[in-house]
């Protein structure tokens, strides 16, 4: 058993609540002298694995299902990350996207946070059958491997990566989804833009088109409300939705809190009881969600859309991988983003998008960047997590 506990502090800032849901906030980031310190002689010792995947844990995931699991293998100072596929969501991720493009994100992660500490890092999607991360059916394994990372100190340092630096891990551990109204006012600077194009292109398959005109920004919240309503009317998903949806005090370590949407105690407990079908939500209710998301993009500095070349296993890791390193250096420079599933889900709305970027390319990741309009909008709690240690798999 690799003992985590030292990995985390008692306090983190004011948006990270006390108790253990939020411990995975609360973690340390150690001085180079101090990683080393947790290590073997040779490789990486199952410390120092458990270490960067620590920072994993702090990437998002679809619906804050959480799917990754980590296998440290010190023997080849590897970190095997692992896809739980009894968090893919029959209803809203029939075919694991979303699950896998999460996955994405916390390789990004562990990828920046090895970096930090001066790792070069050999990232290898292994070849999963992609039916593989589906919904688990009875009788199929639930556990998939997905990426293999394997770390090695070179005498050289590693070659510097776009959107790369030495603020990354602070940056993770502010990182959270800001689902409010952004201020029009904030503009997109150009170098900006160019840096986060570079994130995506150096990944290869990948391209960011970041879209900032006011007119397509509309017709994107039209499209947007209208993929939102499309899936919060289809029975099975609310059902689902509601119970990842949180009243504010719920202990859950996994799933999404009320006051991450900026509701109210009572507004929380009536959305998720009125999702579950525990209690009746109006249909007005149901199209203020939309047209929540709606304002959300039509505010934004930009919608940055990730497209492929193919919709496959590599492409979603590093679609994102991209996604992620895009959130955390436009945090850098000041803005926040939000992520919108449901238009490269549904259908129509995806081919609405591609007509519009003029791509065969799929859409893959939609979200918006900006900065809130209300500054206590960006000020809202971090989304809960469970322990690391209760995601680490013994090794084999
Ligand atoms: C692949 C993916 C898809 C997501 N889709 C949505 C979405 O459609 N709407 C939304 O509000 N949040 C979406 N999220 C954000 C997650 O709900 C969020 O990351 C999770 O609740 C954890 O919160 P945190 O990112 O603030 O830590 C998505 C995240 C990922 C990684």
């Avoid at 109006?282 to 505010?299: C, F, H, Q, W, Y």
């Avoid at 945090?331 to 919108?340: E, I, N, W």
Wanted: negative net charge; contains cysteine; aromatic residues 6%.
């Amino acid at each position: 058993m690799i003992d985590v506990d030292g990995f985390y502090e008692s306090e983190g800032e004011a948006d990270v609540p006390p108790g253990q849901a939020w411990q995975a906030w609360r973690v340390k980031i150690l001085p180079e002298p101090a990683f080393r310190a947790l290590g073997g002689h040779e490789g990486l010792s199952g410390a120092q694995l458990a270490y960067l995947a620590a920072f994993g844990l702090l990437a998002p995931t679809s619906h804050n299902t959480v799917p990754q699991r980590f296998e440290p293998i010190e023997r080849r100072s590897e970190l095997r990350v692992w896809l739980d596929r009894r968090a893919v969501l029959p209803e809203s991720d029939s075919c694991g996207r979303q699950a896998t493009i999460s996955v994405g994100c916390v390789v990004a992660n562990i990828e920046h946070a090895a970096h930090h500490y001066g790792l070069a890092v050999e990232l290898e999607v292994l070849d999963t059958p992609l039916e593989h991360t589906h919904p688990a059916r009875d009788g199929e394994p639930t556990l998939v491997p997905l990426v293999s990372m394997r770390f090695s100190r070179g005498s050289e340092a590693p070659p510097r990566r776009a959107g790369a630096g030495a603020d990354l891990l602070a940056l993770m551990k502010r990182r959270k989804m800001v689902r409010a109204r952004f201020d029009e006012a904030v503009a997109l600077g150009s170098e900006v833009a160019e840096e986060l194009r570079a994130i995506a292109r150096e990944l290869g398959g990948l391209e960011l088109h970041l879209l900032t005109d006011a007119p397509t920004l509309l017709f994107l919240g039209k499209f947007q409300e209208l993929a939102d309503s499309t899936v919060f009317n289809r029975a099975g998903f609310a059902r689902e939705l509601g119970q990842w949806t949180l009243a504010n005090d719920d202990p859950s370590a996994v799933g999404m809190r009320g006051w991450e949407f900026g509701l109210s105690d009572e507004a929380a407990r009536h959305f998720s009881r009125g999702l579950r079908g525990e209690a009746t939500l109006l249909p007005d209710e149901v199209a203020g969600m939309a047209k929540t998301a709606n304002i959300g993009m039509r505010s934004a500095s930009a919608v940055g859309v990730i497209t492929v070349e193919r919709d496959d296993l590599v492409h979603r890791i590093a679609a994102g991988r991209a996604y992620e390193g895009i959130a955390l250096c436009s945090l850098r420079h000041g803005l926040v983003a939000s992520m919108h599933a449901a238009i490269t889900e549904v259908e129509a709305p995806n081919m609405a998008l591609r007509g519009r970027l003029r791509t065969r390319r799929r859409p893959e990741v939609v979200f918006r960047l900006g900065r809130p309009k209300l500054p206590e909008d960006g000020m809202r709690p971090h989304a809960s997590r469970p322990l690391l240690s209760s995601l680490l798999l013994p090794e084999g």
